[in-house]
């Protein structure tokens, strides 16, 4: 529903925050879609210095049923917001920021307190009283910041985002320490037109959630993991951010070229997963598990069919902590437009 400049909805839909393409590490749609409301603007509101678009969305979440039995909540309580913003004078530039909170289902319902969690303080030195004096609620939070810049006369775009685990107690210590529980994705994009109605789109994005050297002096947990909400930042054990986000890495390159008839795409990828429990340092050969792939695919229009395919020869090391093996990975998904 639009109303007055507002947007409110229900849904069960997939949401994706931020710019980032391929490993979104606040939200994107590795998981399946959870039940929630949002309520933002309709359209980006023009404040003078810029315009500022944006939505707070409330949800509910729910484990898998392979879950540990220490896990005794079946759903968790999502509430999280989610900005962009776009300078007067750069309409090039769009930066942003989102915070994702997990709490366990309040009994009776969620009230106030509950639903405004997101506009609480970024610091856990904010949230400290004389009942808390450390400011450790039993909710998780993850955050993060993106940016994106586009050159429309070069056809390309550049993007980041920087994410965070839970609070820093105060500015000084994320002035110092910025890599502690954190996780970054850096992205680029370059299109050239060929003529003839065809084009060729370029794409490149690495991402980073592996725990840092820090770990050898201050504790640190891999992205997406919690000590109180056991889940950590699932749906269904499904990962809502990035899929390699648990303290692993991304990396893909990809080619696309587009026609009349459809789309062909080539891609190489690297992921690399950390394969829990994390005990001690982190091994080279013992708790990482690191797949290659060469994905080979398309989208082709036939009529008022849609038909995607796709072909991915996959070697993957250490499978689980054992073995390298060789995969083949294939789809084909057809659609019908009505």
Do not use: C
Not at 113 to 134: A, I, R
């Amino acid at each position: 529903m639009d109303l007055l400049g507002l947007t409110a909805e229900i849904s069960s839909a997939n949401q994706h925050w931020g710019q980032v393409w391929d490993q979104p590490l606040l939200l994107g749609n590795n998981a399946e879609g959870f039940p929630h409301a949002f309520l933002g603007s309709s359209r980006p509101v023009n404040l003078w210095v810029g315009h500022l678009h944006g939505r707070v969305v409330w949800g509910a979440l729910a484990h898998s049923d392979h879950a540990p039995l220490q896990i005794t909540s079946s759903r968790r309580l999502m509430t999280g917001l989610v900005a962009t913003f776009q300078p007067r004078g750069l309409p090039e530039l769009e930066i942003g920021g989102g915070r994702f909170f997990h709490q366990e289902w309040p009994a009776g319902g969620p009230g106030w307190d509950e639903l405004l969690w997101p506009f609480q303080s970024l610091l856990k030195e904010g949230l400290s009283n004389d009942d808390d004096p450390d400011g450790n609620d039993p909710d998780n939070q993850i955050a993060s910041v993106f940016a994106r810049l586009v050159v429309p006369a070069a056809g390309a775009e550049l993007y980041g985002e920087y994410a965070r685990e839970d609070h820093n107690w105060n500015l000084r210590d994320l002035a110092l320490e910025p890599d502690h529980n954190s996780a970054y994705v850096i992205g680029m994009a370059k299109g050239w037109d060929r003529g003839g109605e065809e084009a060729v789109w370029l794409r490149g994005e690495v991402m980073n959630a592996r725990v840092s050297a820090l770990r050898r002096i201050r504790g640190q947990t891999p992205l997406y993991r919690h000590s109180r909400m056991r889940q950590g930042h699932t749906h269904l054990g499904q990962i809502l951010g990035a899929a390699s986000g648990y303290g692993g890495a991304h990396a893909r390159l990809q080619a696309d070229l587009y026609h009349p008839g459809g789309r062909w795409s080539a891609a190489l990828v690297r992921s690399r997963h950390l394969m829990p429990p994390v005990s001690g340092p982190e091994s080279i050969t013992s708790d990482e598990n690191v797949s290659y792939a060469l994905e080979l695919g398309g989208r082709w229009f036939l009529g008022r069919v849609e038909v995607d395919a796709l072909l991915a020869p996959v070697y993957e090391f250490n499978r689980y902590l054992e073995d390298d093996v060789v995969n083949l990975h294939g789809r084909v998904q057809a659609s019908w437009r009505w």
